[in-house]
């Protein structure tokens, strides 16, 4: 059974910067792709990046490309999502899960609380 929890979320003005951490414990983390999706009032889930097993590919959303950086620490099970220049339309509560792989971004485990990220105008 896989744990994630997800933490760094918070408020933030519209310019502004967060970073995101995901606990990951109950399997081995440093063999699988990992994600962060986001889910905003309203809306379905959506992907937004993802990274190999090594940490030396990554894809992104069309939406976050150049803002967001998704990075890994096999050492500590940890992936992060670091978010710069933040709009008011990033706000949404942040998930992240284990991916199939980098092209099909399918997540693979139960969803964990997320975190919430709110940007205000």
């Known amino acids: 059974q896989v744990q994630l929890v997800e933490s760094g979320g918070g408020l933030v003005q519209a310019g502004g910067s967060l970073r995101l951490s995901c606990a990951v414990s109950?399997?081995?983390?440093?063999?699988?792709?990992m994600g962060w999706f986001r889910q905003a009032p309203g809306k379905e889930r959506e992907f937004v990046a993802a990274?190999?097993?090594?940490?030396?590919?990554?894809a992104y959303a069309d939406s976050v490309k150049g803002r967001f950086t998704i990075s890994r620490d096999n050492a500590k099970n940890t992936v992060y999502l670091q978010m710069n220049n933040l709009k008011p339309e990033d706000t949404a509560v942040y998930y992240c899960?284990?991916?199939?792989?980098?092209?099909?971004?399918?997540?693979?485990?139960?969803w964990g609380q997320g975190t919430q990220v709110t940007v205000s105008s």
């Open positions: 990274i190999n097993w090594s940490g030396q590919s990554t």
């Open positions: 899960n284990g991916v199939v792989d980098l092209r099909r971004k399918t997540p693979v485990h139960s």
């Open positions: 109950g399997r081995t983390f440093s063999n699988y792709a």
